[in-house]
T-cell receptor
Framework: QQQVKQSPQSLIVQKGGISIINCAYENTAFDYFPWYQQFPGKGPALLIAIRPDVSEKKEGRFTISFNKSAKQFSLHIMDSQPGDSATYFCAASIEETSGSRLTFGEGTQLTVNP | GAGVSQSPRYKVAKRGRDVALRCDSISGHVTLYWYRQTLGQGSEVLTYSQSDAQRDKSGRPSGRFSAERPERSVSTLKIQRTEQGDSAVYLC?????????????FGSGTRLTVV
């Protein structure tokens, strides 16, 4: 059962354009939604994260939009750059005392053309 | 160390053999996770341990996957009777918190190929 669904699987954007990646979740108990960026041969690195008490969070060129009622959240990359080319994973977890495990989406391979 | 280190980077195993993958986490991090990353399917948690627990709690799939934590900052993922479907990248991640949602640091992974 895939609890976090991510789309698209791949995305090609021109330099300066906006990259948009979408995720939908099923478990309403999730209370933490991070996005990870992964370059080839490297592990995922936390990019930006949001909690469900806010609808938007912005850090530089990266923005998360969160829609609690629709159980959806998305990553927007403004002014996309070739250096942003990587695989992006959305994730969700529940804050709990027994260790919070991330449930990942399938990943989106982003290519930003110069 | 400065980050999470995994070894080996690449591992080729014959089907049916057991393999062991090592993770050296960040000093002071208490929770350690193993994830399996498969192309196009994202990552799923395999097992995790907290604090000084030597035996890990199994996630999915269970049975053939287990982890030992001989030292607080070291974990070994053991895969018994490997199958071709086990071919994937195995990621180790550690966190400074026992619970909660912050501070995951991932290693670069071990790419396992079962032939």
């Amino acid at each position: 059962q895939q609890q976090v669904k991510q789309s698209p699987q791949s995305l090609i954007v021109q330099k300066g354009g906006i990259s948009i990646i979408n995720c939908a979740y099923e478990n309403t108990a999730f209370d933490y939604f991070p996005w990870y960026q992964q370059f080839p041969g490297k592990g995922p690195a936390l990019l930006i994260a949001i909690r469900p008490d806010v609808s938007e969070k912005k850090e530089g060129r990266f923005t998360i939009s969160f829609n609690k009622s629709a159980k959806q959240f998305s990553l927007h990359i403004m002014d996309s750059q070739p250096g942003d080319s990587a695989t992006y994973f959305c994730a969700a977890s529940i804050e709990e005392t027994s260790g919070s495990r991330l449930t990942f989406g399938e990943g989106t391979q982003l290519t930003v053309n110069p | 160390g400065a980050g999470v280190s995994q070894s080996p980077r690449y591992k080729v195993a014959k089907r049916g053999r057991d393999v062991a993958l090592r993770c050296d986490s960040i000093s002071g991090h208490v929770t350690l996770y193993w994830y399996r990353q498969t192309l196009g399917q994202g990552s799923e948690v395999l097992t995790y341990s907290q604090s000084d627990a030597q035996r890990d709690k199994s996630g999915r799939p269970s049975g053939r996957f287990s982890a030992e934590r001989p030292e607080r900052s070291v974990s070994t993922l053991k895969i018994q009777r490997t199958e071709q479907g086990d071919s994937a990248v195995y990621l180790c991640a550690s966190s400074f918190s026992d619970g909660g949602t912050g501070g995951y640091t991932f290693g670069s992974g071990t790419r396992l190929t079962v032939v």
